[in-house]
């Protein structure tokens, strides 16, 4: 935004040096014309008292003035604009401006004035005799119109092909400057949106490596956890096991005996749960179909559909989808999606699945007809041990984003108007095929990759033929 403020505000200024570069060549014309119109009036105003021959040395001198170069017309009139003396080109319609820029050329008017000739400058009086000397040829003539004074105009049409040229050459050297400063605001900004996602990517890379380090340390966490843990845990339930079968089956004692096994069956899929989200997640690429992986997921849930009297409706896509990823991760992730739809959605309504592919990306969508999540907690989403169910983790959806991750692929949350939630996972189908030298790689988020785009692979394993 700033750098279009600076680019706007670079075009207004060349404009203006522009029309100041045209108004700059305009005066330089127009002080030449003034000059010239100065020099008619000054030769009028010297020459006059020659007598008869006056106005034919005034009519030569304009018709030399016309034959220079920059010259296209010139004329005298009087104040009522009546053409005294004219050469050149014909002046038509001529504006009452003083100057004033035509097709053709610019035009200069500048009236003078003249006073009357005494009588003896006219050869009618005392002298040394030289207006008897010219009076024979004077009576024959009429008389000058100049020789009883008055105002006049004298009129000069300047050509403007000069003028023209220069304001076509500065035209082009603004346009030059213009293009080279928005080329180098342009260049600007591209180095600006080039660094800006070297920043961006040099956090995410960052993030992810403090991320790979965060769950390296809980794994190595939950790794001593499940040791600690698991071991007594076991014993207690097989002493309330052991109490259960050896009471009679409806006795308070076999009674909270039970309620003890199934606290300690809890406990160890809380255990188990969080094992897994602090597991580094490491894909085993290969290509994956994810149609008979979701099938397989509606009949495990079937049963719980059946409770809660929910459908389930899958949206086959048109031809088969194949892509890259791991196959159990890919499994893990959409339980947990359907799961959650299966637990939240009101009964009676019913889930739908659909597996679709616009431009280059599949898409998985899962929704379902709850209750929604509120606004103010969607920012809380696929954190972990964030739920909105109280006998939840808080794990599955933060799983779901960890293995979204580990494969490059993004999830999407959107709630429905009428209600409900859909979670869709993005997928590239040119993705790349990740190959790590290590584990320990493959945790920092190093790993080597080459294209596998499973179009232009025919012989991959798992590539269905058209």
């Not at 522009?18 to 020099?39: H, P, S």
């Not at 009429?142 to 220069?166: K, M």
């Not at 007809?369 to 739920?387: D, M, N």
């Not at 869709?424 to 596998?452: D, M, V």
């Amino acid at each position: 935004m700033f750098l279009f403020a600076v680019a706007l505000l670079f075009v207004a200024w060349q404009w203006r040096e522009w029309q100041t570069d045209q108004m700059a060549a305009e005066e330089i014309v127009r002080g030449q014309a003034d000059a010239l119109a100065k020099a008619v009036i000054g030769a009028i105003r010297s020459h006059r008292r020659l007598g008869a021959f006056f106005d034919q040395q005034i009519q030569v001198a304009l018709d030399e003035l016309v034959h220079s170069h920059d010259v296209l017309a010139a004329a005298i009139t009087d104040n009522s604009r009546r053409f005294l003396l004219q050469a050149g080109a014909n002046l038509l319609d001529i504006p009452p401006n003083d100057w004033a820029r035509l097709p053709e050329g610019f035009l200069i008017q500048k009236p003078f004035e003249l006073s009357p000739l005494p009588l003896e400058a006219s050869g009618r009086g005392r002298g040394f005799g030289w207006g008897r000397w010219f009076r024979e040829a004077t009576e024959q003539e009429r008389p000058s119109p100049f020789a009883n004074g008055g105002i006049f105009v004298v009129i000069l049409l300047l050509d403007r092909s000069d003028y023209d040229a220069q304001v076509h050459r500065a035209a082009i050297s603004r346009l030059v400057e213009l293009g080279t400063g928005l080329g180098c605001l342009g260049l600007l900004a591209v180095v600006g949106s080039l660094a800006a996602r070297a920043l961006t990517a040099e956090h995410e890379r960052r993030l992810a490596e403090l991320r790979a380090k965060h769950y390296e340390e809980l794994g190595q966490a939950a790794a001593g956890l499940a040791h600690e843990t698991r071991h007594p845990l076991g014993l207690i339930r097989g002493w309330a096991q052991k109490i259960a079968q050896s009471e009679e089956l409806h006795s308070p004692v076999a009674r909270e005996a039970r309620l003890v096994m199934e606290e300690c069956d809890r406990l160890a899929a809380r255990l188990t749960q969080f094992l897994t989200f602090a597991k580094p997640c490491l894909p085993r690429w290969e290509p994956v179909n994810p149609e008979p992986i979701i099938q397989e997921l509606l009949t495990l849930l079937e049963p719980d559909c059946d409770a809660k009297a929910v459908r389930c409706h899958y949206e086959q896509p048109d031809h088969p989808i194949v892509f890259w990823a791991d196959p159990e991760l890919l499994r893990q992730a959409l339980f947990n999606l359907l799961h959650n739809a299966v637990k939240f959605t009101y009964p009676g309504t019913s889930i739908e699945i659909s597996t679709r592919v616009s431009s280059n990306c599949c898409t998985i969508e899962v929704r379902d007809h709850g209750p929604g999540i509120p606004p103010e907690l969607i920012p809380r989403l696929f954190t972990p041990y964030f739920s909105t169910d109280p006998q939840g983790s808080g794990l599955g959806l933060a799983l779901v984003r960890k293995v979204v991750e580990a494969h490059g692929w993004d999830i999407q949350y959107q709630p429905v108007p009428q209600g409900g939630s859909v979670f869709r996972i993005l997928i590239p189908l040119q993705k790349r095929k990740h190959t790590c030298t290590s584990e320990r790689a493959a945790r920092r988020g190093t790993c080597t990759s080459a294209q596998g785009d499973l179009a232009s692979n025919p012989e991959s394993p798992g590539q269905r033929k058209p």
